[in-house]
């Protein structure tokens, strides 16, 4: 899971080398971004029950293949369309390997914590984004012909872990659940929990949404909007930036891995809150200490609402609907970091950045403590399905 996604925000900290050679501008570089998102968005609403059909280990096997393949046509791209295929092959393999990795673990954890492999899933997940932009990052600044180079990290741990996983046996216990294979198998279908288990997971859905937004608003424009808040510039602090919101969003994570799952949403999603307000500030302030605050404010709303979207995932999941809601659950996150961000770079474009950045962070904030009133409101889900 960690060198599968590793490759796909490893291209975040290269947008401005890409802008300047390409002669983009900020609505091209979102657009970019929301390809790669998309593609992962179609995956998800095609493939997302495949682990279910054919068991996860085909389907993880198969997405690092797509992942290190559209990784290395990225090292080799020639113009914006050769790199937009590359980062559509990505999306799609970074679907693949979500799911398919979420549901591995899940079936070798001991005990039947769903806490536990919650945490795991949730944990290696940002761990894996993080580490792609910070070593992109800090290769693209000191090593030649950073657009290629930046690359070979992630090429070779791929060709790695393609051979590590056909060296393992095949996996006897928990068989895929047998389903009939037509064409209404592979058409694209939201699947939801149990009527009264409905309303937490969809609080759980609309987190991880909020997070996604969050984090791919860094993803997409901290190169852009960074340059007039600190005085430090270039391909290693965008790609930090970025690495250490998801670096501290899995230290927050294993430090409240006890929290229940309602009070970790709605502290997660009030950060957030309160993110986008010292972002807002610090449009006219310009101040270091104040982005620090808001990147720390947003690596704990992420960790927080990603551990706990993902545990109510596990909770309202039987075995046979887990790939599904997962599928479901990421859905909903992914058109977090679709819609903001493409309004976003439209916004930029036409009304200029600082605009564009007031009305998004007015709309996040006040989506997140929306959410967050309503979990406050909803009880307690106390007992996980049986699993």
């Excluded at 490759?7 to 929301?34: C, E, F, K, M």
Aim: net charge positive.
């Amino acid at each position: 899971m960690c060198i599968g996604v590793m490759g796909t925000a490893l291209a975040s900290p290269l947008y401005p080398l890409y802008q300047d050679r390409w002669d983009l501008n900020a609505s091209h570089i979102t657009q970019l971004y929301v390809a790669y998102m998309a593609s992962g968005l179609t995956g998800l609403l095609f493939l997302g029950r495949l682990s279910d059909m054919k068991g996860f280990m085909p389907v993880l096997r198969t997405g690092l293949i797509l992942v290190t393949s559209g990784v290395t046509l990225s090292a080799f791209a020639w113009d914006v369309g050769s790199f937009l295929f590359s980062r559509i092959m990505i999306g799609m393999a970074s679907s693949m390997i979500v799911t398919s990795a979420s549901i591995g673990l899940g079936q070798f954890n001991r005990g039947g914590d769903v806490q536990r492999a919650a945490a795991t899933t949730s944990l290696m997940l940002a761990f894996g984004f993080g580490l792609g932009p910070v070593v992109g990052g800090l290769i693209a600044q000191w090593i030649p012909n950073p657009l290629f180079s930046s690359y070979i990290p992630s090429m070779i741990l791929g060709v790695l872990a393609i051979y590590a996983l056909f060296q393992i046996k095949p996996i006897a216990s928990k068989q895929p659940v047998p389903q009939k294979n037509s064409w209404r198998t592979w058409m694209p279908r939201l699947t939801l929990p149990a009527t009264h288990l409905r309303r937490p997971y969809l609080i759980g859905c609309l987190s991880a949404c909020c997070a996604f937004a969050m984090f791919s608003l860094f993803a997409s424009l901290a190169p852009s909007f960074m340059a007039q808040m600190v005085p430090w510039h270039g391909p290693a602090t965008s790609g930090f930036s970025i690495g250490i919101i998801l670096f501290l969003s899995s230290g927050f994570q294993l430090l409240i891995r006890r929290w229940p799952a309602k009070r970790s949403v709605i502290v997660g999603l009030l950060s957030f809150t309160l993110a986008c307000i010292a972002l807002l500030i610090n449009l006219w302030a310009s101040s270091s200490l104040l982005f620090i605050v808001c990147v720390l404010l947003t690596a704990f709303g992420h960790g927080l609402c990603m551990y706990g979207g993902m545990s109510i995932v596990q909770r309202v999941s039987p075995p046979h609907q887990r790939a599904g809601l997962t599928s479901t659950y990421l859905i909903t996150g992914y058109l977090g970091a679709i819609l903001p961000i493409l309004g976003l770079g439209w916004l930029a474009d036409h009304l200029g950045l600082d605009q564009g950045l007031m009305i998004f962070c007015s709309l996040v904030a006040t989506a997140a403590l929306t959410v967050a009133v309503i979990a406050y409101l909803t009880p307690v889900l106390h007992k996980p399905t049986s699993a």
